[in-house]
Nanobody
Framework: QVQLVESGGGLVQSGGSLRLSCAVS????????MGWFRQGPGKGREFVAA????????DVTESVRGRFTISRDNAKNTVNLQMNSLKPEDTAVYYC????????????????????WGQGTQVTVSS
């Protein structure tokens, strides 16, 4: 049984940093592309960042470019999201997700491309 478990969320002041981690069990983290999504209060779930199965390609949404970085630790079987210069509008529940099988070089952004989800971790940025 594959499980994704997020950790690292919390309360931080505007301008601060957090590092989210997603521990993958039941399969290797490099089996498919991995992504981070978020859902703010009263909003739909939106794409934040993704890393290809090959590990050689990453993508982040425009609103976090230059502030957020996605990475993968194959030895620990985790995928991480380093979040710097946090803003109040980054407040959301952050979800880790594993994509369905596909090209090792793809970095999917659409929710429908992801088949496995974690339970989410709350990130709150105060002004």
């Amino acid at each position: 049984q594959v499980q994704l478990v997020e950790s690292g969320g919390g309360l931080v002041q505007s301008g601060g940093s957090l590092r989210l981690s997603c521990a993958v069990s039941g399969r290797t983290v490099s089996a498919t592309a991995m992504g981070w999504f978020r859902q703010g209060p009263g909003k739909g779930r939106e794409f934040v960042a993704a890393i290809s199965a090959s590990g050689g390609s990453t993508d982040v949404t425009e609103s976090v470019r230059g502030r957020f970085t996605i990475s993968r630790d194959n030895a620990k079987n985790t995928v991480n999201l380093q979040m710097n210069s946090l803003k109040p509008e980054d407040t959301a529940v952050y979800y880790c997700a594993a994509a369905a099988a596909g090209s090792p070089y793809s970095i999917p952004q659409r929710l429908a491309r992801y088949e496995l989800w974690g339970q989410g971790t709350q990130v709150t940025v105060s002004s």
